[in-house]
C-alpha cells in the first residue's frame, strides 16, 4: 500500500481510516479462536497460558493460530497475494 503524503511527510487522515478499515476486515474474515489468540497475543502481549486460560485454545496450537492470523494480514499488506513469498519457504 503506498501512502499519499501532506507536505509534512504524514500519511492522511483518510488514508490511515482505510487501513484500519481493511485491517479490520480482514480480522472479520478469521475465525473467532483465531482472532481471539492473535488479537491478546499481538495487542495485549498475553502469554500462551493466558490465552488458554481465557479462550479455551490450547497454549500447544496458539502459534497455528498466530500464523494464520499473520498470514492473512501479510496478504493484505501484499495486496491479497501472498503466494511467492509461501513458495519461497
Known amino acids: 500500500m503506498d501512502a499519499p ?3 509534512t511527510g ?5 488514508y490511515a481510516d482505510r487501513v ?3 485491517f ?9 479462536p483465531t482472532r481471539a489468540v492473535y488479537l491478546m497475543h499481538a495487542m495485549f502481549d498475553a502469554s500462551f497460558e493466558d490465552i488458554e486460560r481465557t479462550t479455551g ?7 497455528q493460530h498466530i500464523a494464520r492470523a499473520r498470514r492473512a494480514v501479510r496478504e493484505l499488506a501484499h495486496g491479497g497475494n501472498d503466494s ?3 513458495q519461497d519457504r
Not at 479490520?24 to 473467532?32: A, E, G, H, I, N
Not at 485454545?57 to 502459534?63: A, D, H, I, L
Open 5 to 7: 503524503f501532506d507536505d
Open 10 to 14: 504524514n500519511a492522511g487522515q483518510g
Open 20 to 22: 484500519w478499515a481493511e
Open 24 to 32: 479490520l476486515s480482514v480480522l472479520d474474515t478469521l475465525p473467532p
Open 57 to 63: 485454545v490450547r497454549r500447544e496450537n496458539c502459534g
Open 84 to 86: 511467492k513469498r509461501d
